[in-house]
């Protein structure tokens, strides 16, 4: 079983920025990939972000130029940096790690709402 803990949501004005936080724990799994889905309300769930265990990343259009993720193997860790906030980026943002046995993990999420 693995346990995703989540941290680094909050408020922020626009034109600020967060860094979520993300750690994997627990046995016998192996990381393949670690991303960030956000979800607004009446909206669906998108895609963010997402990092391979080779370091590959992928951004969605709407975050592209504004968001790093990375990731720190040693602590199994992956983080959000967001900059340029928009209040259109207001949502409940979840950490996913996919294991190389093909299973998905979720945490249970973090709330971001950028506001005046």
């Known amino acids: 079983q693995v346990q995703l803990v989540e941290s680094g949501g909050g408020l922020v004005q626009p034109g600020g920025s967060l860094r979520l936080s993300c750690a994997a724990s627990?046995?016998?799994?192996?990381?393949?990939?670690m991303g960030w889905y956000r979800q607004a309300p009446g909206k669906q769930r998108e895609l963010v972000a997402r990092i391979t265990n080779d370091g590959s990343t992928y951004y969605a259009d709407l975050v592209k130029g504004r968001t790093t993720i990375s990731r720190d193997n040693s602590k199994n860790t992956v983080y959000l940096q967001m900059n340029s906030l928009r209040p259109e980026d207001t949502a409940v943002y979840s950490c996913?790690?996919?294991?190389?046995?093909?299973?998905?993990?979720w945490g249970q999420g973090t709330q971001v709402t950028v506001s005046s």
């Open positions: 996913v790690l996919l294991t190389t046995a093909g299973i998905n993990y």
């Open positions: 627990g046995n016998g799994f192996s990381i393949y990939r």
